[in-house]
């Protein structure tokens, strides 16, 4: 069965300095990959996603995240974390023969000043 | 410029009292989602409506039920809410069906059951 494994369920990061959020999937065929961002009060807006092709995905915000299939990984990066990025990462799995979102229980990223 | 639009954004019900949730899109996407999302857990699929064809995922309780009167509006219907369906209710839409298409996503209806 397909999941998603979020293994930080907090990441504390000073404003400025570098993030990386771990994913790791389990999926049988070529997995479809998605990071969403959750602030409070909102809904999850897509941050990235990676179908297939380079394996260096760019997303909004600054952030970009690597497909690595033989760790079955797809962490999310930051070079500079900005106070405005604290809110709770989900990572998501799918594919397509598996046409639908199965989601990590989230990451909650706190930014200290 | 809101998108997805939930009302209410909370709701209080009772134990065994229905309650429904109401979702609505500007998007005219030809797919809406529910997803349930428990304390500290994982956003799960409910079911979705692809226009008027209505797609329930196995493993989704009886008690609950959706409906699409036309494009724009979606409601979720709980007949008889437990305490344990107290969650975040996330309502999405995509233009089309599969995974290639984003989702967007409203802000949630949080449900508490007395």
């Known amino acids: 069965a397909q999941s998603v494994t979020q293994p930080d369920i907090h990441i504390t990061v000073s404003e400025g300095a570098s993030l990386e959020l771990r994913c790791n999937y389990s999926y049988g065929a070529t997995p479809y990959l998605f990071w969403y961002v959750q602030s409070p009060g909102q809904g999850l807006q897509l941050l990235l996603k990676?179908?297939?092709?380079?394996?260096l995905v760019q997303g909004i915000k600054g952030f970009e995240a690597e497909f690595k299939r033989s760790q079955s990984s797809f962490n999310l990066r930051k070079p500079s974390v900005h106070w405005s990025d604290a809110a709770e990462y989900f990572c998501a799995v799918g594919g397509s023969n598996f046409q639908k979102l199965v989601f990590g229980t989230g990451t909650r990223l706190l930014v200290s000043p | 410029d809101a998108m997805v639009i939930q009302n209410p954004r909370y709701q209080v019900t009772q134990f065994g009292k229905p309650v429904t949730l109401s979702c609505s899109q500007t998007?005219?996407?030809?797919?809406m989602y529910w997803y349930q999302q428990k304390s500290s857990q994982a956003p799960k699929l409910l079911f979705h409506?692809?226009?008027?064809?209505?797609?329930n995922e196995a493993d989704t309780p009886d008690n609950f039920q959706s409906r699409r009167p036309n494009t724009s509006f979606c409601f979720l219907d709980i007949r008889s809410p437990g305490l344990g369906d107290a969650a975040m209710y996330l309502c999405?839409?995509?233009?089309?069906?599969?995974?290639?298409?984003?989702?967007?996503f409203g802000p949630g209806t949080r449900l508490t059951v007395l």
């Open positions: 409506y692809y226009d008027k064809d209505f797609n």
């Open positions: 990676y179908f297939s092709g380079d394996t």
């Open positions: 998007l005219n996407h030809n797919v």
């Open positions: 999405a839409t995509s233009r089309v069906a599969g995974l290639t298409d984003t989702q967007y």
